[in-house]
């Protein structure tokens, strides 16, 4: 549990997908680092998220509930 205020999962990888399971509670935002096409899957989580793409390609699966998503230069792929 992120607790109060605003907390943020940070990734960075070369290339992968940080997949988020149902058991991340308290977060309320997401951000690609670096400058690999990385992505995040966050359908299995239970609140909505602030997702930020980094310059890649990034593929972002959001929330089933009100995300806002910012991905960023590059052609990235947005679902949910």
């Given at each position: 549990d992120?607790?109060?205020g605003i907390?943020?999962?940070?990734?960075?990888?070369?290339t992968g997908t940080l997949v988020l399971?149902?058991?991340v509670v308290g977060v309320e935002r997401v951000v690609l680092l670096g400058t690999g096409a990385t992505g995040v899957d966050a359908a299995a989580v239970a609140?909505?998220?602030?997702?930020v793409g980094?310059?890649?390609?990034?593929?972002?699966?959001g929330t089933a509930l009100v995300d806002?998503?910012?991905?960023?230069?590059?052609n990235d792929a947005l679902v949910g």
């Open positions: 992120g607790g109060a907390d943020t999962i940070a990734f960075a990888a070369a399971s149902a058991g609140s909505g998220l602030t997702v980094n310059g890649a390609a990034n593929a972002i699966t806002t998503v910012e991905g960023g230069a590059g």
